[in-house]
């Protein structure tokens, strides 16, 4: 299973900016792709979740409104997640994580998801 993370970036308050999520070789029929992010010193923070079939889509109370997040399952072996954020603050400075979650959503700890990205960092400037 790869999960490969990009996107991410320095960008000013109010700005916008996408991060994507190649999911390949899973073999669960459906399941949960999520966003959390992680900052120094802190836990993780749930962001946002969706369906691997592109639907049920839940966000943050924090990020509601801004965040909008999708699946493309256009290409056969491959599901892309997206996580359009935007109107970007400066308290949205984290380092983001995409993960494949059989049946949670909402997750906090990593034991919560079966596989991982490797992250990548989002910092807004105000």
């Known amino acids: 299973v790869l999960l490969a993370q990009s996107g991410g970036g320095t960008v000013q308050s109010g700005e916008s900016l996408r991060l994507t999520c190649a999911v390949s070789g899973v073999t669960f029929s459906n399941y949960y792709i999520n966003w959390v992010r992680e900052g120094p010193g802190a836990g993780l923070e749930w962001v946002s979740g969706?369906?691997?079939?592109?639907?049920?889509?839940?966000?943050?109370d924090s990020v509601k409104g801004r965040f909008t997040v999708s699946v493309d399952k256009s290409r056969s072996t491959v599901d892309t997640a997206y996580l359009d954020m935007s109107n970007l603050k400066s308290e949205d400075t984290y380092l983001y994580y995409c993960?494949?979650?059989?049946?949670?959503?909402?997750?906090?700890?990593?034991?919560?998801?079966?596989?991982w990205g490797l992250g990548t960092q989002v910092t807004v400037s105000s």
């Open positions: 993960a494949v979650c059989k049946d949670a959503v909402m997750v906090t700890r990593t034991v919560d998801c079966s596989y």
């Open positions: 969706i369906r691997s079939d592109d639907s049920a889509p839940r966000y943050s």
